[in-house]
């Protein structure tokens, strides 16, 4: 038998304070600090404790082995660097000067000409007619000359007597004037046709190379066909244009004003290998004002004939030279908090920082102004490895242990994209 449901009345109640309350969050509040010291604590003992460990095993790392290089003295140049194009000084259309068949051409493509080669022959027997004729009028017109003369003595004779007017006289004395302007006028159609003739023979106006041919052999060809025959460039000697900037012309005009001879030298367009030596000729009258450079002009013998019109070269150009200076190789040169400053090699086999002042350099070697003599030794390779008071191993190139013995650095070197002539 079902029990009958209890009224709510007599359901129990629960007091409030039975009620479970949230647990408090202190626990994770005192979990976050202790997180906290603990890191603390690895901070500050890996500070205290772990850097005198770090200290010592640096202090126990094997020396680094090095080839220290020697600072040296001796002389060092200011150069300028540029690139340049090769020109030809003379460059020259061969035309015809007259017109008729090309009959002949007597040169090859490419071949080597000199002054006064033959290169061409026109057919000369127009040219030939009309010198025969010219000569002809002219040995006619002087017959008459000649009789006019004749006529004009006999009449003065006469007139001398009065045995004929004065008006006949003067009639033939012009008349003897007129053929003189006559033969006069013969005379140069015959140097005409004369030079005409000899234009059939076409000439190399100067030495060089031929190019190749325009025209062939059987054409009719004149004086305004504008491609002309072939082209005759001259290679010896060549020059080559390049451009500076304007702040060096002042001390480029003082050198050549002084009559000195700025020695010019041509590299390959990767500025590795040179071509060929040569010296500055001369520079533009006038600045280029969308630039700010002015235009050179170097000549070169080119007796290899290495140089070549329109070729890009590298051009490196000896302004001036410091003669007796203290040198070092540029790739010993280091910068940083200290300035500019290399690494000195000491007696004891370790390193030391030594700042120094630098000069112009001409690629591999740059002239050092103050901080180091001659006969000190530098580290150039691995220096960015090394710090003050570092141990080395000093060690020549074949790896004996030996080191090298004191001796001036060389001067001059073949690297062409270097800031050459300028303060570092």
């Keep these: 038998m079902n029990q009958p449901i209890k009224s709510l009345k007599e359901a129990p109640l629960v007091e409030p304070s039975q009620i ?27 500070r205290h404790e772990g850097a005198p460990q770090q200290a010592g095993a640096g202090r126990n790392a094997a ?49 080597e000409v000199k002054k006064g080669d033959l290169l061409a022959e026109i057919d000369p027997r127009p040219y030939e007619a009309t010198l025969a ?11 008459l000359l000649k009789g006019a003369q004749v006529d004009l003595a006999r009449y003065q004779g006469l007139a001398a007597q009065n045995a004929v007017p004065h008006q006949t006289l ?14 006069e006028a013969d005379r140069g159609m015959v140097r005409s046709a004369e030079v005409n003739l000899q234009y059939c023979l076409i ?13 062939d052999q059987g054409n009719y060809v004149t004086p305004g066909d504008t491609s002309g025959l072939t082209v005759i460039t001259q290679l010896q000697p060549i020059s080559v244009l390049f451009t500076v900037p304007e702040d060096n012309l002042q001390a480029i005009s003082k050198r050549l004003q002084e009559g000195a001879v700025l020695p010019t030298t041509a590299y390959d367009r990767g500025g590795a290998n040179k071509i060929a030596d040569g010296s500055l000729q001369t520079f533009d009258s006038q600045i280029d004002p969308t630039t700010g450079t002015i235009k050179l002009r170097a000549q070169f013998p080119n007796e290899s004939k290495a140089l070549y019109p329109n070729q890009f070269v590298n051009v490196r150009l000896l302004l001036d030279t410091h003669k007796g200076v203290t040198t070092m190789p540029t ?4 910068r940083g908090v200290p300035g500019t400053f290399v690494y000195l090699v000491n007696a004891d086999s370790t390193v030391s920082v030594r700042p120094v002042k630098l000069g112009v350099t001409d690629g591999d070697n740059v002239e050092v102004s103050s901080g180091l003599a001659p006969g000190d030794r530098i580290v150039v390779d691995g220096a960015d490895k090394l710090r003050d008071g570092a141990k080395i191993n000093i060690r020549t190139e074949a790896g004996t242990g030996t080191p090298p013995p004191p001796g001036p650095v060389k001067s001059g070197g073949k690297k062409q994209r270097s800031d050459s002539g300028q303060k570092q």
């Excluded at 790739?331 to 280091?334: I, M």
Aim: charged fraction near 15%; aromatic fraction near 4%; glycine fraction near 10%.
């Design 170 to 183: 003067d009639t033939q004395i012009a008349l003897v004037a007129q053929d003189q302007g006559t033969v």
């Design 331 to 334: 790739a010993g040169v280091q």
């Design 63 to 111: 020396p680094m082995s090095i080839v220290p290089a020697t600072v040296g003295k001796g002389d060092i140049g200011i150069n300028l660097n540029a690139l340049g194009t090769v020109t030809s000084l003379a460059t020259v259309t061969i035309r015809t000067q007259i017109s008729g068949y090309l009959m002949k051409i007597d040169f090859t493509e490419g071949q």
């Design 20 to 46: 479970p309350k949230p647990r408090p969050r202190r626990r994770l509040v005192l979990t976050f600090i202790l997180v906290l010291l603990i890191v603390a604590g690895v901070v500050w003992w890996t």
């Design 203 to 215: 000439l190399s106006p100067l030495d060089g190379r031929v190019g190749l041919r325009q025209v």
């Design 133 to 143: 004729q010219m000569k002809g009028q002219l040995t006619r017109d002087e017959a």
